[in-house]
């Protein structure tokens, strides 16, 4: 007799595993476990078997039994379709946790078997029957016994026959008095039908994760359903969505592939299903959402401080050491940028490969405040900047005995006392003259249909006084030259808009101080806008008649002989 302390009651533990799944039909299994170790103090009084498909992922009861039941036979499955099963204990106290079987189910004809049925005998002998004994014959003369069975008896399925091997049965029924005469079979050739493959063995293995491509791996599936494996169809899902879509077919000895084509940071669920000439099994999926991204990383700062040296009038040297980290895959080349420090935009100086750790910044204004950076790029992409601390101003500097220093300049005019001389004096009591002419060359891009892009570099002498500007201007075809526009000494890069399309056009640049103007710096050849893409004959155009010495179309008259391109 057990004792049991008031109070102390608990839920039964688990039946104890493996849940065995035996006797597999296209309509039923045989399920069969052992009692829980733990009954929780107080005695099991049952047994709770569920079952899930695994389409729907719910689970439903298939039965409740008594604590002295251990096997159940779970019938009016479909066949084909996967589900899984557990069993639970229960006492007075509740519901213990499940045993559940440790893969999916599929239901279906046994392979390799014969069922065999009959009807009792017509006469007993006079004595009740009490049993029957199934024989079996490979050539209908040496007989062994496969099974004795019980009288209520009336069907029999012989399990692991050789497909294609002859075989004769015989049933004889039995009584007190003995074995009665045998029915015999004909002889059955057993034959497995055909039917869809079991999904392949798991796991679905993701390996080799790059920033648009994955590849999956698997295994032949357990059961090829009675017919060869012709192949697989692979297919993906995005997480976004709810239908998977085809990536490839592959033939039967395939059992890896590259995925290619996917979106970086993206999540993909991906399936394989296994084929033969019945059809496909069930998909072999991942169980987690997979996200294709690179192996490597931007590379990290490049190791500071960033110097500047050898600063001019209108430039600077900066120069600096290379990440501590370059990601993983080699660092291509170094972007440098610059900045006045009343903006808050950056503008590409230039760039550098990856051996090269300095950079001459040109093309700065005198007496402005400027910052600098040096950015680090991989097949990745950008790292993050290094910067200047301190602000740099470009100044001329001023030279004596003693050596060089910074330079003064008076913004009012000096007027010299004997006529003739020129009106503008430094401070260092050179004379000032107008600034050389602009860098060449005046390079044009972005040529659109009524637009071009004229850069330049600032002049390499500014004469002794500060630019205020320059001056832009065009000439269309043989006509006189026409101002553009007048913009600040900072800028180098100049949108020229309202082109004609298609004629001929010249550009010219001028840098200005307060003594004057340059010499112009032209573009070379002349520069014609037009469209990047074909002209069409006219908009949405429809020929409506054809006359004697013309075309009519809707906007639009023809003589015959005009040339529509």
């Given amino acids: ?23 597999i039909k296209e309509d039923s299994v045989t399920l069969s476990w052992q009692p829980s170790e733990s009954d929780g103090g107080s005695p099991i009084t049952g047994y709770t078997i569920e079952k899930c498909d695994t389409k729907r992922m ?14 159940y036979p779970v019938q009016k499955l479909i066949e084909g379709q996967q589900y899984l099963f557990r069993v639970s204990a229960a006492n007075a106290e509740g519901q213990g946790k499940p045993l559940q079987c440790e893969k999916d189910v599929t239901p279906k004809k046994p392979p390799d078997s014969v069922t065999l049925t009959w009807s009792p005998p017509k006469k007993d002998g006079g004595s009740p029957i009490q049993s029957y004994q199934i024989d079996l014959s490979k050539d209908g003369k040496t007989w062994e016994t496969l099974d ?11 399990k692991d026959l050789q497909d294609g091997q002859n075989y004769f049965f015989r049933i004889s029924a039995i009584n007190e008095i003995g074995t009665g005469d045998s029915l015999i079979s004909e002889a059955v050739v057993p034959k497995r039908p055909v039917g869809v493959p079991s999904k392949p063995a798991p796991p679905l293995e993701v390996t080799d994760i790059q920033k648009d491509s994955v590849t999956l791996q698997w295994q032949p599936p357990e059961d090829d359903g009675g017919s060869p494996i012709t192949g697989y169809l692979v297919e993906k899902r995005d997480a976004k969505k709810t239908k998977f879509t085809i990536v490839e077919r592959v033939g039967k000895v395939t059992n890896n592939i590259q995925v290619r084509n996917l979106i970086t940071g993206s999540e993909y669920f991906f399936s394989v299903k296994a084929e033969n000439k019945a059809g496909l099994s069930e998909p072999l999926e991942t169980d987690t959402a997979i996200i294709p991204k690179s192996p490597y990383d931007k590379p990290s700062s490049p190791v500071g401080p960033l110097e500047v040296s050898d600063v001019t009038k209108n430039s600077a040297t900066v120069a600096w050491q290379p ?16 900045r006045p420090s009343h903006k808050s935009s950056w503008a590409k100086a230039g760039k550098v490969d990856s051996q090269t750790l300095t950079f001459t910044v040109r093309g700065l204004q005198e007496g402005t405040d400027y910052h600098f950076r040096v950015i680090p790029v991989n097949n990745e992409g950008q790292g993050p900047a290094l910067e200047t601390t ?15 220093g910074e330079e003064a300049t008076i913004d009012t005019p000096v007027v010299p006392k004997k006529p003739a001389v020129a009106k503008y004096f430094c401070a260092t009591f050179k004379r000032c003259i107008p600034p050389s002419e602009p860098v060449g060359p005046l390079k044009t891009s972005d040529i659109e249909r009524t637009s071009v892009t004229l850069n330049w570099e600032a002049p390499e002498h500014d004469g002794g006084s500060p630019l205020t500007g320059y001056l832009i201007e065009k000439r ?17 890069t100049y949108k020229v808009k309202n082109l004609p399309e298609g004629s001929e056009c010249y550009f010219r640049v001028t840098a200005e101080n307060k003594v004057g103007s340059s010499k112009p710096l032209e573009n070379e050849q002349a520069v014609v806008p037009k469209s990047e893409f074909g002209k069409g004959l006219c ?4 020929l409506v008649r054809i006359l004697y010495d013309t075309i009519i179309l809707h906007g639009t008259i023809f003589p015959i002989g005009y040339e529509m391109t």
Avoid: C, F, H
């Fill in 58 to 71: 719910t689970w439903s009861k298939v039965a409740d039994v008594d604590e002295n039941t251990l096997t």
């Fill in 390 to 404: 301190d602000v740099t101003k470009p100044m001329r500097k001023i030279e004596n005995e003693a050596g060089s």
């Fill in 476 to 492: 269309e075809g043989r006509k006189p030259w026409s101002r553009v526009d007048k913009v600040g000494p900072e800028v180098t």
């Fill in 323 to 338: 990440p501590e980290s370059d990601g993983g895959t080699p660092i291509k080349e170094y972007i440098i940028e610059s």
């Fill in 539 to 542: 908009n949405k155009a429809s």
């Fill in 1 to 23: 007799m057990q004792n049991y302390q008031l109070g102390s009651e608990d839920k039964p533990s688990a039946p104890t595993g493996p849940l065995t799944v035996s006797d």
């Fill in 148 to 158: 004795t069975v019980d009288k209520t008896m009336r069907k029999y399925t012989v």
